[in-house]
């Protein structure tokens, strides 16, 4: 009789543990989303694509679809578990000015400030994201959630994630995959289109050597981009603050220690914090829905749109330009603010029509435009959806 | 020169008066002063019940601000030679009003039911006044006005705003606009269902803030380099000969590479070749053997 009792015991108990297992909880959807994560981290590894971007945000997507029986204090989504706390820098937007911070700390807008013209090509590629908004609205999205989805033609990650965590929370683990995913894409999403709309005579054009850019320069461009973009959009704030702040610690070169750890150690903690909370939202339960495909082919849309205009944009201010000052359309791309990713897909295909042309330091130039361009249409967006 | 030192000074005191009366004007502190009075019901004959199921003379008071705002330690009155009549508790959880919220007190005249049970009560034509906890800063005030009548509320219109009138449904702790506002989105979705409008506007935006960036680093890199030519003109340099000489992509690559190489090379141990640097001593009272060893005692 006891020993009976016993086995009943230790069958129920086992039983009980099966119930709290992942292997119980699993279903369809998780094993998609787990295939998904070893993708990334396989893309990162294998093919070196944003690997400081894949690697955290696919083991993040593991973890978050490790499948765990609810209200145990786990989940991402659940409040008072440790992942919940790390996300708290996602949903209430603090990782990403963080972020901005960094990037200004190791950006050198000197290609930018000896060609100021090519800024405006940085505006241009913008477009991929009002197209996308369009498209969006017309697939039935609300406003809001609309405006955080078009941001992905921003090809910025962080703003679509300071974006979404304002406009479409629910959104979000969806919108900021697919920004980082199509980040990594932009190498094979890119050529094609830059290929498709330039001609063989374009492609060749040679540019003039960037200028050198003097101390004084520099150190005013934080300054005064700061003060003419936040003061026509001050919802783009947060962003565009730290973004300047962290360029002139680094240009003012007598901050040296603080630039190097925005640009080091911080930005590398903030970026395994975003990584892996981001990829850990996209638990399958939550992230798997219509929408999220959505967001996806809408993502994809978006990154096409903005490397057309800007292609085109850079063909159409060629058209008044005198021969010798005109601009390749190889660098319109680079506009989208994927930096450097994009910058260097102009100089690969730059050199494979003219093995001595190299465009990188002239395509530079519109890819740190277009952070600051994609941070001021985060901040219109904001500013008339929220 | 003086004189031009004087002026200098004088122009500078103006800018300073001038910028500092512009922060003064338009600047709101965060705290105390985000709270409003924004409601008041004196009649309550069929609405809000307290927390011992009586009517009585509400107030509400809204939070404006965008921090958390402790009441606790202010001072309610209704009476300006006695600004200290009525102290709010303090260290208490329950006054502690969240951003963009809001705070109910009851003018019953009974304290003795609770923190949030003023000691007097209010009547019509009568003043109310909210005074921080120094008991001398007025936060805000109101005159009750006459003739509001049972169960309407006299508040403000929109919530904070100077627009005092008499509500016909009171809302007491919550916004004084029960009318469903939609949002932001929903209205701009409304307005502009395709998303042109915020394309042409949004880009129009975009553009202008970077173009705002061209002009101004076009034209500040032209002075900049006139600027430079002088200097260098005035230096008997040959600004043509400069130019000219102007060293090619290639060539700074070149030299990028060599000096790369170069300072790879550096190494103290490579193999088995060992590299030895003159250590420099140089004196501080830190390494000093002087300082640094104990006094014989004597």
Redesign the interface.
């Known amino acids: 009789m006891e020993s009976g009792s016993f086995k009943d015991f230790v069958t129920d108990h086992l039983f009980e543990f099966f119930s709290y297992t992942a292997y119980a909880n699993m279903t369809f959807g998780h094993v998609i989303m787990i295939l998904v994560g070893l993708i990334f981290i396989y893309l990162a590894i294998a093919k070196d694509y944003e690997p400081m971007l894949l690697v955290p945000i696919g083991f993040g997507i593991l973890i978050g679809n490790v499948a765990f029986s609810p209200g145990m204090k786990l989940g991402i989504y659940e409040e008072g578990s440790v992942l919940n706390y790390l996300y708290f820098g996602v949903s209430k937007g603090v990782y990403p000015p963080l972020i901005f911070l960094g990037i200004g700390a190791m950006t050198d807008f000197s290609a ?3 060609n ?2 090519l ?2 090509i ?2 241009a590629a ?2 991929g ?3 996308a ?6 697939l039935g999205f ?3 959630e ?2 955080a989805i078009a941001i992905i033609g921003g090809a910025d990650g962080p703003t679509a994630i300071f974006l979404s965590s304002y ?1 479409a929370k629910d959104l979000m683990g969806a919108i900021a995959i697919s920004a980082y995913s199509y980040m990594a894409l932009v190498p094979v999403i890119q050529p094609p289109i830059m290929r498709l709309f330039t001609t063989k005579k374009e492609r060749l054009i040679r540019m003039k ?1 960037p ?1 050198a ?2 101390k ?2 520099k150190i ?2 934080p300054l ?2 700061l003060l ?2 936040c003061f ?2 001050p919802s783009g704030l947060p962003l565009l603050g730290m973004l300047f702040f962290g360029n002139l610690l680094k240009e003012s070169t007598v901050t040296k220690r603080l630039a190097d750890t925005a640009k080091g150690p911080m930005i590398d903690i903030v970026t395994i914090l975003l990584g892996l909370t981001v990829g850990a939202s996209t638990q399958a339960t939550t992230f798997l829905t219509p929408k999220s495909i959505g967001i996806f082919a809408l993502g994809a849309f978006s990154f096409v749109i903005a490397t057309t205009g800007g292609v085109l944009f850079v063909k159409f201010i060629n058209l008044f330009l005198k021969e010798g000052n005109k601009i390749n359309p190889l660098i319109g791309n680079a506009g989208v603010s994927a930096v450097p990713d994009s910058a260097r897909v102009s100089q690969t295909i730059g050199l494979e029509y003219d093995k001595t042309n ?1 465009l990188l ?1 002239h395509a530079m130039g519109p890819n740190v ?1 277009g952070v ?2 994609s941070a ?2 985060a901040g ?2 904001l500013s ?3 | 020169m003086k004189r031009v030192l004087h002026l200098k000074a004088n122009g500078l005191i103006i800018l300073l008066v001038l910028f500092g009366s512009v922060i003064f004007q338009n600047s709101h502190a965060q705290g105390a002063v985000d709270l409003k009075l924004n409601e008041i019901l004196l009649y309550n004959d069929s609405g809000y019940v307290d927390e011992y199921g009586q009517r009585g003379t509400w107030i509400e008071i809204f939070n404006s601000g965008y921090s958390t705002v402790d009441i606790g330690g202010m001072y309610f009155s209704n009476d300006p030679n006695n600004p200290k009549k009525y102290k709010v508790a303090k260290d208490n959880v329950s006054t502690i009003i969240p951003p963009r919220n809001y705070y109910v007190v009851w003018a019953d005249g009974n304290s003795l039911k609770g923190i949030n049970h003023l000691n007097f009560t209010l009547a019509e034509k009568e003043f109310l006044f909210l005074y921080d906890a120094n008991g001398r800063s007025l936060i805000d005030s109101i005159q009750i006005e006459e003739g509001i009548g049972k169960d309407k509320a006299f508040g403000r219109l929109t919530d904070g705003f100077d627009d005092w009138r008499v509500l016909e449904r009171p809302s007491p702790l919550s916004s004084n606009q029960i009318k469903e506002e939609p ?4 209205k ?2 409304k307005v ?5 409008g ?2 042409v ?3 129009g ?14 034209y ?2 032209k002075v ?2 006139k600027e ?1 030519t002088k200097t260098t003109k005035k230096d008997n340099v040959d600004v043509k000969d400069m130019v000219e000489d102007e060293m ?2 290639e060539v700074n690559a070149a030299i990028a590479l060599a000096l790369y190489l170069y300072k790879d090379q550096m190494h103290d141990y490579e193999n088995t070749v060992l590299t030895i640097n003159k250590v420099s001593r140089t004196y501080s009272p830190w390494s000093s053997k002087i300082y640094g060893l104990r006094q014989t005692p004597r």
Not at chain 1, 133 to 138: E, R, S
Not at chain 2, 183 to 186: P, T, V
Not at chain 2, 209 to 214: D, H, K, Q, T, V
Request: hydrophobic share 60%; no cysteine.
């Open positions: 930018l400030l000896s100021p013209r800024i405006l940085g505006a913008q477009i994201i009002f197209g908004y369009a498209i969006a609205l017309a609300d406003a809001n609309a405006g406009l050597p200028r850019v003097s004084l320069e005013l461009f005064v981009g003419m973009t026509l959009v190299h330091m435009a600051i361009g001021v249409a219109i967006i008339f959806l929220s | 949002s932001g989105a929903e701009f979705g502009d269902p395709t998303g042109a915020m394309m506007i949004a880009m935006v975009v553009f202008s803030a970077l173009a705002l960036l061209f002009f101004i680093f076009k500040m890199g900049l380099n430079k090619s992509g």
